[in-house]
């Protein structure tokens, strides 16, 4: 049987250390508690986020190793300016958080359901009305075709999901916004647990005490907080 730690609601700031999280199920930490922004935020500060399916109480992990992008790898390559050619796509930030997370909720052609149920979307959009959570969208016309969500918190960028409803568009977007993140000096794009999709677009897998101590660095620093949809990505040329 699995003994976890079972949070306390009304005890927002307390996680128990990560690094107690379980090998196996890799990176459980915790159950219960609440999607609070206080909680989310308090979260994210000490390298833990949720991770859980319908039907299943809230589940807390810190995996090991952890995946990251570093921003300044994140560049737009000569092939995927190639596939873009001639497409009628522009970028916005914080312009359609509520339809990026939607979208990124719907589920997949070869997935049966989501994790990111209502209360996961009322959590992070109560954390985007408060200036923590950021999306970056891809439209096509006045058609959202791709885009990314995640939160900030000081100077690190915890992503959470994207898609692309468009070839190539959820490229682009994480490529905008590590473009956008580079301009406001975040090194650091969380990605949680690899895959190969990740992996194929650079992200690293890194020890997980080693982002801890980036996380404890980078979340001390002066971040951004509130809307960053006067920001405009710098890098799209497509043609």
């Not at 075709?145 to 000081?154: F, K």
Request: aromatic residues 10%.
């Amino acid at each position: 049987m699995i003994y976890l730690p079972q949070l306390d609601p009304d005890l927002p700031d307390f996680f128990p250390d990560p690094c107690g999280a379980l090998t196996d199920p890799n990176g459980l930490l915790a159950m219960g508690g609440d999607l609070s922004p206080q909680r989310l935020l308090n979260a994210y500060a000490q390298g833990i986020f949720p991770w859980f399916s319908e039907g299943e109480p809230i589940l807390w992990w810190s995996p090991d190793p952890r995946c990251v992008f570093r921003t300044e790898a994140l560049n737009m390559h000569r092939n995927l300016r190639r596939q873009l050619a001639g497409k009628q796509w522009r970028l916005t930030v914080d312009h359609a958080f509520d339809d990026v997370i939607r979208a990124c909720a719907a589920p997949r052609s070869n997935e049966s359901g989501t994790w990111i149920m209502p209360a996961m979307i009322d959590g992070y959009s109560r954390l985007h009305a408060l200036g923590h959570a950021h999306s970056v969208e891809v439209w096509e016309g006045a058609r959202l075709v791709g885009g990314i969500y995640g939160v900030a918190v000081g100077r690190l960028f915890c992503g959470e999901s994207m898609f692309s409803a468009e070839s190539g568009s959820s490229k682009i977007a994480l490529i905008a916004l590590a473009d956008l993140l580079r301009s406001m000096d975040f090194p650091l794009i969380d990605t949680q647990v690899s895959n190969a999709h990740t992996l194929l677009l650079g992200a690293l897998e890194v020890p997980r005490q080693d982002y801890l101590q980036d996380v404890e660095l980078l979340t001390q620093l002066p971040g951004c907080v509130g809307s960053w949809a006067d920001y405009t990505p710098r890098l799209l040329q497509l043609s």
